[in-house]
């Protein structure tokens, strides 16, 4: 609000930025598979990704980002054609098609690559009802890409992020049963508690049936307003419930983090020195550092 304020974060940013451009990200013991989920929309689940993504690539990473939302947000925003013509993830869940022949290389970086949503999609939900192991085709198909990468001679991929739809339907579950975490990413408002209870009980349950190391790992604070009592009191709440997956890192609300993608870039390539831009980056640190390291946080934090 006052000019010292501005002042006071633009520093910050710089101080933050130089932290995070100095050296590499760690690379993590194995592939690292990350659900990106919320059955809310609009809370900032795609941004969170081509961000992550971006960042993590640009710190020497090979990341794969998964759309899985018809709407093809994550593809916009990394560039990637998403026309009927191009083959999807649609291909790969019900046609059998190999991941290694879907996957897209960005214009971004060598090492960051991306599987394309167009809106065929959206009928993956219904194609899949009565399909044979119509929770696993993720899974299995991402399996298949990391072997076929290895007898390829390709690096090891570091990280796959799966950015999924608002909806808590076969598509997400797919995502949810290939992966080893899910990342939540929410707004800080009033009933966004409530939208975190059921989404932690669905984790829930698709590990006690299909994975059962799935944990909600961390969850990110996004689109966030600091001058607003209602922003830190649901943050307190969060970080009371959610101790340890709660991630330090916020992101703040910024107006270039909601223009990059009309440009088909993610804000970290887009304008690096953003104030959003800068907020990825720090997040990426901290979701490349801490590893696993939650996992256990989420039996603590329901017994509270
Ligand atoms: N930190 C931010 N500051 C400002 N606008 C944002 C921020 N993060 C996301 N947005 C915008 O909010 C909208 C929803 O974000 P998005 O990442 O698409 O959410 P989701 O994938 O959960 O629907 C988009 O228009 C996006 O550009
Ligand atoms: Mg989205």
């Known amino acids: 609000m006052s000019g010292s304020s501005i002042f006071d974060q633009l520093r910050a940013d710089r101080s933050t930025l130089k932290e995070v451009v100095e050296d590499g990200f760690p690379r993590p013991e194995h592939t690292r598979v990350i659900a990106v989920a919320n059955q809310k929309g609009g809370v900032g689940k795609t941004s969170t990704v081509v961000n992550v993504a971006a960042a993590l690539a640009e710190g020497g990473l090979h990341v794969l980002v998964v759309d899985a939302d018809s709407q093809g947000n994550a593809s916009t925003a990394l560039g990637v054609e998403h026309d009927e013509e191009q083959a999807s993830i649609y291909e790969v869940l019900v046609e059998g098609a190999r991941v290694a022949d879907v996957a897209v290389q960005t214009r971004f970086a060598e090492t960051l690559w991306c599987v394309p949503s167009t809106i065929d999609v959206a009928a993956v939900e219904i194609e899949l009802i009565n399909a044979s192991q119509r929770e696993s085709r993720m899974r299995l198909a991402l399996e298949e890409y990391l072997r076929d990468r290895e007898e390829g001679g390709l690096p ?35 009933y966004a508690l409530e939208g975190l209870a ?38 307190a709440e969060v970080r009371t419930y959610f101790p340890a997956a709660t991630l330090t890192t916020r992101i703040p609300r910024s107006v270039r983090v909601a223009e990059a993608p009309s440009f088909g870039s993610p804000v970290v390539f887009w304008d690096p020195r953003s104030t959003g831009a800068v907020a990825y980056k720090k997040l990426a640190r901290e979701i490349a550092t801490r590893g696993t390291r939650a996992a256990e946080r989420h039996d603590d934090s329901t017994e509270a």
């Open 156 to 190: 090891r991929l570091d990280y796959i992020l799966i950015d999924c739809p608002p909806s808590l339907g076969i598509m997400t579950i797919n995502a949810f049963v290939a992966a080893g975490e899910v990342l939540i990413p929410m707004q800080a408002e009033y």
């Open 198 to 235: 059921l989404l932690t009980r669905s984790v829930d349950r698709i590990a006690q049936i299909h994975n059962p190391d799935l944990t909600v790992s961390m969850i990110a604070l996004t689109m966030f307003d600091k001058r607003t009592t209602l922003a830190k009191e649901v943050e």
